[in-house]
């Protein structure tokens, strides 16, 4: 099977494996293992900030991050499409209990105007606005990137109002790979970020949160709460330090991929390609195809091809780095017999 259903689908090369098997470790909740703390000082510094803490997932991250930046009965302003309002469960009111005051945007930007006049004003009626949320690379849009431009303005309002802004920066190498900049130039604009090292970065599990000292002591108490306190956890974050220095240039060649799929799709298909590819991730229209969404994704997997259906008339695509260039031009051939 070709298995282009999601970037977490990579699985861990035997290098990895290795790593994982030799990596020396510790009891990390005492602060003792010295593979984690290297993956964190490691990850901190990458990103420009003062700390990180390695955490269990993306959701756990993002969960971490809302309870540690907010308090009870506050509102977080984000995009209506944002995963952690679609896909974590409901998760950021059950623990923090906070309200999501979601947005309507475009590939993730929230209107400035729209994101400034939501920020709640001291008035014993309204919730308080304790936190601005945003998604780098969005997912819901196909993988595309914030412009810096954009986060440089989202960071003035925010500044301007005292809220801290978070990014779910679950696919952040990938945004920072894509517009060929350094990744800090994206996260010196947000106070938090959280990344993922088990989606494209190949590793097998967790994430990183990152920001200033003081939150991410904060953060290892509410990680703790969570149960996400783990023991010698060096075996985890062997694979994700390997990630972090091998797997990120290579992002490229996964965008590269998805550019050269994407083309063939309108080509070929009767599915329109729904968005500009800034990255990894290919949503395919099937609203004017001869074939429904749920067609194409059984004609497909008869063909070796796994893919989701993403909407009720849509499928994603996703490489990844499982995923070759031999593999896509096999795609690409099959699809040309497809319609
Ligand atoms: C995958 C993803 C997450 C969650 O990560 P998990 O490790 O699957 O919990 C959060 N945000 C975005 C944008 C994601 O794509």
């Known amino acids: ?10 699985k861990p090369s035997q290098l990895m494996r290795d790593v994982m098997a030799k990596a020396d470790v510790g009891d990390d909740v005492y602060g003792e293992d010295p593979t984690v703390n290297e993956l964190e000082a490691y990850a901190a510094k990458l990103v420009g900030k003062e700390a990180a803490l390695f955490v269990t997932s993306g959701t756990q991250g993002n969960q971490i991050a809302v ?16 995963h952690v309002f679609v896909y974590e469960g409901g998760a950021i009111s059950a ?14 930007e ?13 008035d014993v009626h309204f919730p308080e606005t ?3 949320w945003l998604e780098n690379t969005h997912n819901r849009s196909g993988g595309t990137v914030l412009t810096i431009d954009y986060l440089k303005h989202v960071a003035e309002i925010a500044t301007h109002h005292n809220v801290p802004v978070h990014m779910d920066g679950a696919r952040l190498f990938n945004a920072a790979v894509a517009i060929r900049e350094d990744v ?23 994430s990183i949160l990152a920001g200033s000292k003081q939150f991410i002591a904060n953060a290892r108490k509410k990680r703790k709460m969570l149960g996400g306190g783990l023991r010698q956890a060096g075996v985890l974050a062997a694979p994700g330090l390997l990630a972090l220095k091998s797997n990120i240039k290579r992002l490229e060649d996964d965008h590269e991929h998805a550019r050269m799929l994407a083309a063939a799709i309108n080509r070929y298909t009767d599915m329109v390609v729904t968005h500009d590819i800034h990255t990894n991730i290919i949503i395919a229209d099937t609203a004017h195809s001869a074939k429904t969404a749920k067609e194409w994704v059984s004609l497909l997997a008869e063909k070796g091809i796994s893919v989701i259906q993403y909407k009720p008339e849509a499928l994603r ?11 896509i031009n096999d795609v690409i051939n099959l699809l040309k017999t497809c319609s």
């Not at 099977?1 to 990579?10: A, E, H, K, Q, W």
Request: proline share 4%; aromatic share 4%.
């Open 317 to 327: 695509f996703t490489t990844h780095l499982n995923i070759s260039t031999k593999n």
């Open 110 to 122: 929230i209107p400035l105007k729209t994101l400034e006049e939501s920020i709640q004003p001291d």
């Open 184 to 206: 800090t130039t994206i996260t010196q604009h947000v106070d938090s970020v959280q990344f993922c090292l088990s989606k494209g970065l190949g590793a097998p599990v967790g």
């Open 1 to 10: 099977m070709i298995d282009l259903r999601s970037d977490t689908v990579t």
């Open 67 to 82: 309870l540690s930046h907010t308090h009870l009965g506050q509102e977080v302003i984000m995009d209506e499409d944002a």
């Open 130 to 132: 304790g936190l601005i």
């Open 95 to 108: 623990f923090a209990g906070v309200q999501s005051r979601t947005l309507p945007h475009v590939n993730g």
